[in-house]
């Protein structure tokens, strides 16, 4: 058995753990007498299983790396936060949202990100999110609960998403009630005061992160101006009440920072436009208004040509998407964004080889990148290059934390490369990650069936058996 494999594994067993029973030190909310961080620590990843099961979660190593530096930016700014846990993530939806969930778990919709005009508004939602985190405000309602109980928040938040879209307001509130019920909307919904204190730490977090503290009240004037598109019913669903008293007390605190001119860096356009790209959809009538668009002049920056050869890739036109991301890289040659989406379209072209070098060099000057590990990982498998691509996903093994779909490719790997009796465990993690306690079950059980040389292999398939065994234990308790 290959010493990295072990040694990696322990790792992500490691950082695959809840957290410890011990207790955390007490940051001062009354909320702590009754609902532990540990607690919520725990009820939160069960909640995130259930989201990458359910809900349309947008796995680009792209996007997820930006999104991650930019929450964790903020969160070094808020004292409070430098103690939690946090992962941020994207949902595919149109809608201008953003919301949080115990354990510090934040979810950005896909709209909110397009809709944004500058980064700064952007990292307003996050900076605002992440106070709700720090300040226990979910929590503390759940204090008021007699018992440990809140709803299947992934089945609540499609329901709510249903209300959102939906024409019919009879739906939506037939779908609401259908995953937990209309009690359960107020351990969801902030209250004024909450909205409050997260506005004031969050817009103080923007402006000490280097951003741009008014971009928080052109966000809540973007949100005023769109709260048109949602219907009467949709009122009482929104989870940030917003109100004219608000955005006034939002601007006079943001008027106490000193103006600040800040120019926002090509990535946040890159990932604008990507997320643009990969939402849109597909059809003769959106391929051929691109393509006019495109013709006529009309996507001016580097950006926007970015965005439009990430479309043509999705719609199968190679030869156009080529033309225009040579042409980017070769006008930046540093830009990760170009070279990983020429390597993208080796790979759906099946010629990795003209990527490898360039992507491994890259990943060289720049380790510990996300979206250059996955594309690499890629470019090998697609290559059958099955050990170079293993050993690489192990190196990397701590960024499946964030990002299990990576154990997808790493078993892929294992069983190119001939370490069969890898494969159960690996996708026992990915499906345990994903929700999916049954699979993962399954397949853990299966791999204790299975010959292999490492010492440590049964007790840690042990362990993540009776891991599961508890999750499902827990669960049961809070429905």
Same mark, same amino acid.
């Given at each position: 058995?290959?010493?990295?494999?072990?040694?990696?594994?322990?790792?992500?067993?490691?950082?695959?753990?809840?957290?410890?029973?011990? =207790?955390?030190?007490?940051?001062?909310? $009354?909320?702590?007498?009754?609902?532990?961080?540990? @607690? +919520?620590?725990?009820?939160?990843?069960? !909640?995130?299983?259930?989201?990458?099961?359910?809900?349309?979660?947008?796995?680009?190593?792209?996007?997820?790396? !930006?999104?991650?530096?930019?929450?964790?930016?903020?969160?070094?700014?808020?004292?409070?936060?430098?103690?939690?846990?946090?992962?941020?993530?994207?949902?595919?939806?149109?809608?201008?949202?953003?919301?949080?969930?115990?354990?510090?778990?934040?979810?950005?919709?896909?709209?909110?990100?397009?809709?944004?005009? /500058?980064?700064?508004?952007?990292?307003?939602?996050?900076?605002?999110?992440?106070?709700?985190? /720090?300040?226990?405000?979910?929590?503390?309602?759940?204090?008021?609960?007699? @018992?440990?109980?809140?709803? $299947?928040?992934?089945?609540?938040?499609?329901?709510?998403?249903?209300?959102?879209?939906?024409?019919?307001?009879?739906?939506?509130?037939?779908?609401?009630?259908?995953?937990?019920?209309?009690?359960?909307?107020?351990?969801?919904?902030?209250?004024?005061?909450?909205?409050?204190?997260?506005?004031?730490?969050?817009?103080?977090?923007?402006?000490?992160?280097?951003?741009?503290?008014?971009?928080?009240? /052109?966000?809540?004037?973007?949100?005023?101006?769109?709260?048109?598109? !949602?219907?009467?019913?949709?009122?009482?669903?929104?989870?940030?009440?917003?109100?004219?008293?608000?955005?006034?007390?939002?601007?006079?605190?943001?008027?106490? #920072?000193?103006?600040?001119?800040?120019?926002?860096?090509?990535?946040?356009?890159?990932?604008?436009?990507?997320?643009?790209?990969?939402?849109? &959809?597909?059809?003769?009538?959106?391929?051929?208004?691109?393509?006019?668009?495109?013709?006529?002049?009309?996507?001016? $920056?580097?950006?926007?040509? !970015?965005?439009?050869?990430?479309?043509?890739?999705?719609?199968?036109? #190679?030869?156009?998407? =080529?033309?225009?991301?040579?042409?980017?890289?070769?006008?930046?040659?540093?830009?990760?964004?170009?070279?990983?989406?020429?390597?993208?379209?080796?790979?759906?072209?099946?010629?990795?080889? &003209?990527?490898?070098?360039?992507?491994?060099?890259?990943?060289?000057?720049?380790?510990?990148?996300?979206?250059?590990?996955?594309?690499?990982?890629?470019?090998?498998?697609?290559?059958?290059?099955?050990?170079?691509?293993?050993?690489?996903?192990?190196?990397?093994?701590?960024?499946?934390?964030?990002?299990?779909?990576?154990? &997808?490719?790493?078993? =892929?790997?294992? +069983?190119?490369?001939?370490?069969?009796? =890898?494969?159960?465990? /690996?996708?026992?993690?990915?499906?345990?990650?994903?929700?999916?306690?049954?699979?993962?079950?399954?397949?853990? @059980?299966?791999?204790?069936?299975?010959?292999? @040389?490492?010492?440590?292999?049964?007790?840690?398939?042990?362990?993540?058996?009776?891991?599961?065994?508890?999750?499902?234990?827990?669960?049961?308790?809070?429905?």
């Amino acid at each position: 058995m290959n010493k990295l494999y072990i040694a990696t594994m322990s790792i992500f067993m490691t950082t695959s753990t809840l957290i410890s029973a011990a =207790e955390l030190p007490d940051i001062g909310s $009354s909320s702590s007498q009754v609902f532990s961080l540990v @607690e +919520e620590q725990a009820v939160g990843d069960d !909640y995130m299983r259930q989201i990458r099961a359910l809900a349309p979660v947008i796995n680009d190593a792209e996007i997820n790396d !930006y999104i991650q530096h930019l929450g964790f930016k903020l969160v070094e700014h808020n004292l409070a936060a430098r103690d939690r846990q946090f992962s941020f993530f994207v949902l595919r939806d149109d809608s201008i949202n953003a919301f949080a969930m115990p354990g510090g778990y934040i979810g950005l919709h896909t709209g909110l990100i397009t809709k944004s005009d /500058t980064e700064s508004e952007l990292a307003s939602v996050i900076g605002h999110e992440i106070a709700h985190v /720090t300040q226990r405000h979910l929590a503390r309602r759940l204090e008021r609960q007699k @018992e440990l109980y809140i709803p $299947s928040l992934a089945a609540f938040a499609a329901a709510i998403l249903i209300a959102a879209k939906s024409k019919n307001s009879d739906a939506g509130v037939g779908a609401l009630m259908g995953a937990q019920g209309l009690a359960q909307q107020a351990l969801i919904n902030h209250t004024r005061s909450n909205e409050a204190e997260a506005d004031r730490i969050g817009i103080s977090t923007l402006h000490d992160a280097g951003f741009d503290a008014k971009g928080a009240i /052109t966000f809540f004037e973007k949100m005023q101006e769109n709260a048109g598109y !949602y219907s009467n019913a949709f009122e009482f669903l929104r989870t940030h009440p917003l109100s004219r008293s608000r955005i006034t007390d939002a601007r006079l605190r943001a008027q106490e #920072y000193p103006p600040r001119r800040v120019s926002d860096p090509l990535k946040y356009h890159l990932i604008k436009e990507k997320v643009r790209a990969i939402t849109a &959809k597909i059809n003769p009538v959106t391929i051929q208004r691109a393509n006019t668009n495109y013709k006529n002049g009309e996507f001016k $920056s580097n950006a926007e040509l !970015y965005g439009y050869a990430i479309f043509m890739i999705r719609a199968k036109q #190679y030869e156009i998407a =080529e033309k225009i991301l040579n042409g980017l890289r070769f006008s930046d040659i540093k830009e990760p964004a170009y070279a990983i989406a020429i390597a993208q379209l080796d790979i759906e072209r099946n010629t990795p080889k &003209k990527s490898i070098s360039i992507i491994k060099d890259m990943l060289v000057q720049t380790p510990g990148n996300l979206a250059l590990v996955e594309t690499l990982a890629e470019l090998y498998l697609i290559d059958s290059d099955f050990i170079k691509a293993r050993e690489l996903l192990l190196e990397n093994i701590h960024m499946t934390e964030y990002a299990p779909y990576l154990l &997808k490719l790493l078993s =892929e790997a294992q +069983e190119g490369s001939g370490h069969k009796s =890898e494969v159960y465990e /690996t996708e026992g993690n990915y499906l345990l990650a994903m929700g999916d306690l049954g699979g993962a079950r399954i397949q853990f @059980e299966q791999a204790l069936n299975i010959h292999t @040389e490492d010492p440590y292999a049964r007790a840690r398939i042990n362990a993540q058996i009776n891991r599961i065994r508890e999750y499902i234990r827990q669960r049961s308790l809070r429905h």
